[in-house]
């Protein structure tokens, strides 16, 4: 007899231990199956004149303390489990200064709200805010350029580096 044939004569030694490690009958399938492949795959690890049954009920063991690890650590299937969820929920901070700088837009003089919001906003260019506003691109330019320092000075923003980030969080909007 060979020593893959004693591994098969233990198979269902294997499952009986299999389905006290696991609950589900497919788990304990795969486990069985994941320690045969293992225990083949490493016979020549195996020392002659030892008990061939301790040796997979040992692969089997720590083959279900790997499993139960990276379960735990990577949790799939989960409801609560943030990869399902298609946004997350915007900090305090964010949602309020973005409530600031909508409020802020508003007040801006129309043509002004006009031109930051297809631009800046919308993402569209400065011709195309031009042909919808039926003037020339620098006068598009301008205006932005005034709306981003009215939305500055509305915000309490008295610096360009700040008068940036409103503009960050206009794009976010």
Do not use: H
């Not at 490690?21 to 020549?44: M, S």
């Not at 802020?104 to 011709?127: F, T």
Request: aromatic fraction near 4%; include cysteine; hydrophobic fraction near 40%.
């Amino acid at each position: 007899m060979t020593a893959n044939d004693d591994v098969v004569a233990l198979i269902p030694a294997l499952r009986a231990f299999a389905r006290s490690l696991c609950r589900n009958g497919d788990n304990v399938d795969d486990l069985v199956q994941e320690t045969l492949v293992k225990a083949i795959a490493n016979l020549d690890k195996y020392r002659p004149n030892t008990r061939l049954k301790s040796w997979l009920f040992t692969i089997m063991r720590n083959t279900f303390c790997t499993r139960i690890k990276v379960t735990t650590r990577e949790a799939p299937g989960v409801e609560s489990c943030v990869s399902i969820l298609p946004w997350t929920a915007e900090s305090q901070e964010w949602a309020q200064r973005g409530r600031e700088v909508a409020r802020a837009i508003d007040l801006l003089p129309d043509e002004q709200r006009e031109a930051i919001v297809s631009v800046c906003i919308k993402g569209g260019s400065y011709q195309e805010a031009a042909d919808t506003g039926c003037c020339e691109i620098g006068t598009i330019k301008s205006r932005i350029s005034r709306a981003r320092a009215n939305l500055a000075a509305e915000l309490g923003d008295d610096n360009a580096e700040q008068a940036a980030d409103a503009n960050a969080v206009i794009r976010l909007r």
